[in-house]
Structures are given as C-alpha cells and as structure tokens.
C-alpha cells in the first residue's frame, strides 16, 4: 500500500515542475524539483528491494509529509495550497496503516481491507482536488505570462526613456551653454553701449582740459614778457590766472579719469565683492553715459533728464559694476522706448527720462521712470522671463531685463517692480535692502 503515498509524493513534485516551467520561477526551483523526482522514483526501488510493507509506509508517507510542508511554506506555491492540503488524508493513513503493520501485525492482517479501502479513497480525492487546482494554476500562468509581458513593455520603455533622459540631457547643456553665450553676449552690448556713452562723456573734460591748457600757455608767455619788463605785479596776477587754470585741469581731469575706472569696473568681471557706494553719482553717472550712448548712434535723438536725488542717503552696500549694469539697462530701455515713441507722436512730444533716489524705510528705492510708449499689459508677467523681449529680431536678447532681476533679486536680496501704461509711461522700481 505504501505504493500510493510514493506514487502521490512522485506525481506532487512533477506537479509542482509543471507548474513552474513556464514561469520566472523556472531558474529558483526547476534543478530541485527535477532532481527530487528521481530521488523518489530512487527511494521506492530501494524500499521494494530492502524494506518490508510498514517500513515503506512510513517512509513514503514521511516524504509526502516533508513536500507538502515544504511546499505549503513557500509563497511561490500559494496559489496551489488547496491541493496541498488534500494529500494529508493519504498521509496520515498512510502513517497509520505503517504503524499497524508494524506494531499489531495480526490486527492489520485481519481488517486489511479496511484500511485499503480509505487509502484508495484518500489517493481518489487528491485527483479530485488536483481539478480544481489546475484552474487556479492557469489562472497564475497567465497571470505570470502577463507579468513577464508588462516586465518586457517596462524594459522597453526604460530603455526608452533612458534614451530620451539622455539626449535631453545633452540638449540640456547645449541650452546652458547656448545661455552662457547670449549672456555674455548682452554683457558685451551693454559694454558697448557704455564705451559709446564714456567716448562722449569723455570729450567734454578733455576739451576743458585742451582748451585750458593752451591758455595757460598763452598766459606763461605772457608771465613771461611781464617779468622780463620787470612788472612783477602783473606777473603775479597773470600767475594766479595760470594756478586757476591749473585747477580746472586737475578738476576736469579727475572727471575723465572717474570716467575711465567706471568703464573699467564695469567691464570686468563681477568678482562679487560689495563694497560700500554712493548710490547717487554711479546712477547719474551710468545715466548721462547710457544718454550719450543713445546719441552717439542717434544724433537726431534728444531727451530731457531729471534727477531727483535723496538726500543723506548713506552709502550702499554693493557690487557696483552689477548694480550700475542693471541701472545701464533700464536707462537703456527708457531711451529706447521714448525714442520709439518720437518717432510716432509728433513735434509736440517731448521726451523725459527720470532718475530718481530715496529711502524708505531699512530700503533704498531707485525708480527710473520714462514717457515713452509703456508695456502692455498682456505681457507685463512676460518681461522679466529669459530670452523675452519687445524689440525686433536683432536688436534685444531678452536677456537684460533678466539678468538685472537676478543681480538685484539673487545678488542683492532685493526686488524689481514694475508700473505701467501703454502709449503712456513705464516706470520700474529697485529695492535694496541698506
């Protein structure tokens, strides 16, 4: 009778190699299952050979025993747990009849029939079983089919969007540098735009300087034909002339030689450093070197500048060469659309730009203000974005009023605000914080 606990141990283990032949559990447990099939098929050889019937009844029900729990513990045959549970009526007769035969041989003897007869019942219910089973074994194969077809569809499109990931990420850092460019770029149109402004701006000083440097020569020839007709006190006066002409030469001097230093500031890198400045003379400095910038390009151009300084204003703790860039495009900007604006409103229109400083509170406000053609108010949101500008193709990047958000905002802890109306005026507003 031990027959039937073997063959059932036999015909669990290749069910459980059916199982998953055709699943991703194929490489986990396919070797152990083959292998342990012809360990039983080995074991029941040997226990016809060597051992008695109560012998092979308790080591084949003893190795059914052993699957089932085995099996019943691992999570990779749940689903099959029903048919697990229909070998224990065949195991434990099978442990039962071993017993008996080996313990009351004579009892065994004489209700054979009695325990045979559960036995083959016991072995009948496991195919019972088992038919139910193998449609919760389908159920799980297309599960798994399904599943290895989601893992292929999700390789596939991992790969995908590793590609993707990729070139956008080399296109990524071609927009960075392309960015890198254009700012550079903006840096060196502002560059020279100021070096428009200083070689105007210059020329004023160095004309005083010229114009009194040659009648101070004039005067030394005449100090000169006076000492020799021995009038010292002509020479006097006529030296004194000459020392008030010296003055104005240093004076205008040191004009062109700040002139010179801003420019020079301004066109080195911002090495970050803030230094305490007058926020007053570098903004009308930038200002009358912004307007003259205009005019160098434009000689028909002109615009009337008002200043409105605070007083007492203390000194600011700065980059000067950033601040003064972003005060170089916003007079830039008001210029341009108060240039614009002539073109169009006629003889009558004249244009204002004003600068104007003062402290409010722990902040310092600079508004610059302009009569020009103003902002709609469609893309008011738009005009401190990257790359937006208003100006035709070629003559903006849409980079100077981004960039000065970022000095003022990122840099300098402060704020840019915005007023305007169209057809009217535009007024922007830079908060520091002092």
């Given at each position: ?159 995908e969007l590793t590609s993707q990931k990729e070139e956008l990420q080399a296109t990524l850092e071609q927009l960075q540098t392309t960015q890198q460019q254009l700012i550079q770029s903006e840096k060196l149109a502002s560059l020279g735009e100021l070096t428009a402004g200083i070689a105007h701006e210059i020329q004023n000083p160095l004309n005083f300087v010229n114009n009194f440097s040659e009648v101070s020569i004039e005067l030394l020839d005449e100090m000169e034909e006076e000492l020799n007709k021995g009038d010292k006190e002509e020479a006097i006066a006529i030296a004194n002339d000459i020392k008030q ?190």
């Open positions: 009778m031990y027959f039937f606990s073997f063959l059932a141990a036999f015909l669990l283990v290749n069910r459980l190699y059916k199982f998953i032949k055709v699943s991703p559990l194929w490489l986990k447990w396919g070797s152990l299952l083959s292998y342990t099939r012809w360990l039983i098929c080995g074991i029941f050889i040997a226990s016809e050979v060597y051992l008695d019937d109560s012998a092979g009844c308790l080591i084949g029900s003893a190795i059914l025993l052993g699957i089932v729990y085995f099996a019943d513990k691992e999570d990779d045959f749940r689903v099959m747990k029903s048919y697990f549970f229909a070998h224990y009526p065949l195991i434990a007769l099978g442990f039962i009849f071993g017993l008996a035969q080996l313990m009351a041989p004579d009892f065994e003897e004489k209700y054979h029939n009695w325990f045979e007869l559960p036995i083959v019942a016991a072995f009948v219910w496991i195919f019972a079983r088992l038919a139910s089973s193998r449609k919760q074994e389908e159920a799980f194969k297309a599960v798994s089919l399904r599943n290895n077809e989601l893992d292929r569809l999700v390789a596939e499109r991992t790969a002409n010296l003055e104005k030469i240093r004076h205008h001097g040191q004009r062109a030689d700040g002139i010179v230093k801003g420019m020079l500031q301004h066109s080195r890198a911002s090495s970050n450093t803030k230094e305490p400045t007058d926020i007053n003379k570098l903004a009308d400095e930038y200002l009358r070197l912004a307007y003259h910038g205009l005019r160098a390009k434009d000689k028909s151009f002109n615009a009337e500048l008002e200043t409105h300084f605070g007083e007492n204003i203390p000194l600011v703790n700065m980059v000067p060469q950033d601040i003064g860039r972003v005060l170089l495009n916003l007079f830039n900007n008001a210029f341009y659309a108060v240039q614009q604006k002539q073109k169009t409103a006629g003889a009558d229109f004249r244009p204002v730009v004003t600068l104007s400083t003062a402290v409010k509170g722990k902040s310092l406000e600079i508004k610059v203000q302009d009569n020009g053609s103003g902002i709609p108010d469609d893309i008011k949101e738009k005009i401190l974005q990257p790359f937006f500008t208003t100006k035709p193709t070629g003559e903006g990047t849409g980079l100077g009023l981004s960039l000065s958000y970022d000095i003022v905002a990122k840099g300098h802890g402060g704020k840019i605000d915005i007023d305007s109306k169209e057809n009217d005026y535009t007024m922007f507003t830079i908060t520091l914080p002092l």
